[in-house]
């Protein structure tokens, strides 16, 4: 315990209070792209309509699913750790771990599958497959807002892949568990955002 | 440590499974033809409710510091400041004037 | 004192008086010594010294900049220094004053001092993060000097697209560098709030928090909703550059305005983040200096939230003339009349505090009395651009400048020079010339409308701003105006001057030498280096002028170097009511 706390539940509390003000500046972060998605989708609602169905539902589902997953298999974790089940911890984290890996797995193979076309950001886009003059503006934002949520799953990666170590090594039990418990915090969230890209760009009619 | 609510598997399992099944919902539901603007509202209501799910249950909001509820909540309705008020200016440009 | 046990979170506990030491041998200055120690630090008193002394020497290369651009403005046409370079100049002189100097200013440099100390904690919630938060700052003014030096900006601080996503220069590598400041601001943010929340000594209930507390509450909440903001549009205009994303470029099928719309998102609250923590500078030293209670504390401390809400409600007052849906626009103008309503407030107040009060005409109150005048000018003449019909005619002129110059320069630097002067004291252990700091005091009063009176009348009579050149009924204002901002410059390198030498040779500070009741000036001259030696107990609030001093040096007694292992502490969010002995 550090020694600025009057004892381990203030360190605790502050340890979480500190880590939802950040996933405050998170939401927010998105939130920019994603205001420019509502502004951009309420002007060219044709656009969006048809561009979409380049978007595979059935693997945007697929990784709607894993990360699910992998936010239960987290908060196993947490659980795990809460009643010193320290072997489960591992274990939770270790799947969690993979199904994060899968997600990004699939990630890759849609991006490539895109390119493949010509699909590609801003002024590098070359398909001529969507009849409307600023298909790539659909595209640009689909690549900022999947590519900055890719972004965030690989620093969860990093960070649980770190908790995993810890865990081998007996650093967490059920006195001490913080870091599992607001990197679970910043996972869900990173989940979340993905519950509402999901929708937004695979499933337009 | 005392006062931490420790969730039961039936608790995290039935989430999952309700946000399993929700996910198929608003699949289904994208292939079935809903005039617009509902069909927005309908998949972005579905998704509403599998985020409060996630941070409910998830993320322990119900059990926490009513506070940290009272941050989630602050950041969403900035976040809509931000878009209604740019909204006020994109949706109500006046038409391009001709040129002349 | 005895007061009635009337529910069950009353505790009894045993309180002994801690006289604070005017001489300690043992202060945080020489506990831990050595280079290392202060690059590793965690101690929010060395992470505010590094700070102040960071933004002061990123202060002098912004002024360095004004003058440049003062000094070339006294002819029209060039004076010394070509057209595109005097785009840079001003570029530079807005981005390193804003984002160097004026955001992290009180609440970095002053807050992490006295924030902890004020609320009776060790520090502050997150000492390590604060370290990085100092670190990221350097990290990012070292990218933005490398940007100036590899190719330059001429965009305006305001980087408005398409000019920024289009022209050549160093835009990127600048957006990125202020992207990494953001998050300094950011995290300092996060500890704040939740040092506020977390961290306060017993006693210490939300009734009786500093008002300087709660401007860096107010702030901080800015902080972490606004600036997230900044870091993804600024992140934008750099895929705009590199990938051509086409949504801000009309080339490329975007809409400037939405660029506009992102950037003074954040931008607006940001000024509200560089003037707040000023607003809690003014309330401690009208209070400590007439030795009063404030008049309306719950109207002051609430307005700080107000005024941070509002402000998130207004940024498209800059954009009355971009093409925005007058719809908007006159939302936008609506909500500016009332965002003014809460500061002034709050002016209302501190007059009504100075009030048959017991003034001590110090320096730092000085210093507050040029921030009222000046501040008064420029808030007002802020009511009058938030006018569409007006702001028409003013809109990209002097006006504009000369306002922002008297709410940032007038407002937040005189609160900011008030601030340092108030805890030099406390943070040096040494006073400095009262005479030096009241002279300079009217030098830098002089100067400054010396310097900005003249741009309110150009401005309204069409001279715009950023334009190198002018015709020839401008140049006697501009010649006046430039002749003030030397005069300005003067009286800021002269508080420099006798500042920096009493760190050497002033006369040694008392722990209190203005008798503030507030608990920073309850603990030894140079504080400790865990702040308290004991664990402080709260029984009034920071302005009961009423009270003995005795009264504000309550400690738990027994708490011996207070590390917190004792049995008998109840930290509560609530406090509590307390039965001293």
Redesign the interface.
Known sequence: MQHHFVDAEQQFDAAKMGMWIFLVTEILFFGGLFAAYIVYRLWHPELFTMASEQLDTLWGGVNTLVLIGSSLTVAMAIKSAQLNQKKNIAINLGITLALAAVFMVIKYFEWTHKFHLGIFPGEFYTFGGIDHPQANIFFSLYYLMTGLHGIHVIIGIGLIAWLLWRSTKGHFNSEYYTPIEITGLYWHLVDIIWIFLFPLFYLID | ????H??T?RT??G??GG??IL?IL??AV?YV??P?PW?IMV??G??IF??TL??AF??NLYW??Q??TL??I???A??A???G??????????EIMPAF | MDKAESSSNLKKIQVQRFKPDDNPDQHYLNEETGLWSWLTTVDHKKIGIMYLASITFFFFIGGLMALLVRAELWTPAKTFIEANTYNQVFTLHGAIMIFLFLVPSVPAALGNFILPLQLGAKDVAFPRLNLLSYYLYLAGAGIAVFSILNGGIDTGWTFYTPYSSSTGGAVTSMTFGVFVIGFSSILTGVNFITTIHKMRAPGLTWDKLPLFCWGLYATSIIQILATPVLAITLALVAMERILGIGIFDPALGGDPVLYQHFFWFYSHPAVYIMIVPGFGVVSEIITTFSKKHIFGYWAIALSSLAIAFIGFLVWGHHMFVSGQASLASMVFSFLTFLVGIPTGIKMFNWTATLYKGSIKLASPLLYIFGFFFLFLVGGLTGIVLGSIALDVHLHDTYYVVAHFHFVMVGGMVMAFLAGVHYWWPKITGRMYNETMAKISCAIIFVGFNVTFLPQFVMGSQGMPRRYFNYIEQFQAFHQVSTIGSFILGLGFVMVFYYLVKSIFYGEKAKANPWGSRALEWQISTLPPLHNFHHTPVIVNGPYDYHKPMEEFQLGLAGSGNGHGHDEELEVTQEGEELNAE
């Not at chain 2, 440590?1 to 931490?4: D, F, K, P, T």
């Not at chain 2, 008020?85 to 006046?94: G, S």
């Open positions: 440590m005392s006062g931490h420790i969730s598997d995290l399992l989430v999952a946000l399993l996910t608003t699949v994208h033809y809903i617009e069909s998949a972005m579905i998704a599998k985020a996630v941070a998830f993320m926490d510091d506070f940290n941050l989630f602050a950041s969403l900035f976040f400041l931000l878009v008020f740019t909204l006020l200016d994109t949706l109500f440009r006046p």
